[in-house]
């Protein structure tokens, strides 16, 4: 499975970003993914996720600093995940990694990264204030 993450940038605070995370596979139906960030001297910090796929139905899963600005959704078809970010604040700043576990079970999301099974090459999100 190969994970390619785009759509990082430059934006202002209280701007918008979407990221977006392409994978390889025929199943991607069925993979648990999340997104992950990591600020410079930081540790890599879980940001969101959305369980496999039953029919239309997802779980997802947010950290606390993220509720309420951050939405993530996939597109099955289309074989990727997306992060949508609203109201960005400078303390958003870090490169974001997409990652996808295979083997997880319908309505669990993963926060812990090393359940994660492949990850992509991440994309910096610059917030300025």
């Known amino acids: 499975v190969q994970l390619q993450a785009s759509g990082g940038g430059l934006v202002q605070a209280g701007g918008s970003l979407r990221l977006s995370c392409a994978a390889s596979?025929?199943?991607?139906?069925?993979?648990?993914m999340g997104w992950f960030r990591q600020a410079p001297g930081k540790e890599r910090e879980f940001v969101a996720a959305?369980?496999?796929?039953?029919?239309?139905?997802?779980?997802?899963d947010y950290t606390d600093s993220v509720k309420g600005r951050f939405t993530i959704s996939r597109d099955n078809a289309k074989n990727t995940v997306y992060l949508q970010m609203n109201s960005l604040k400078p303390e958003d700043t870090a490169v974001y990694y997409c990652?996808?576990?295979?083997?997880?079970?319908?309505?669990?999301?993963?926060?812990?990264?090393?359940?994660?099974?492949?990850w992509g090459q991440g994309t910096q999100v610059t917030v300025s204030s």
């Open positions: 990652a996808a576990q295979i083997r997880s079970t319908y309505y669990t999301t993963i926060s812990n990264p090393n359940e994660y099974d492949y």
């Open positions: 959305i369980s496999r796929s039953r029919g239309t139905t997802h779980y997802r």
């Open positions: 596979g025929r199943s991607f139906s069925n993979y648990a």
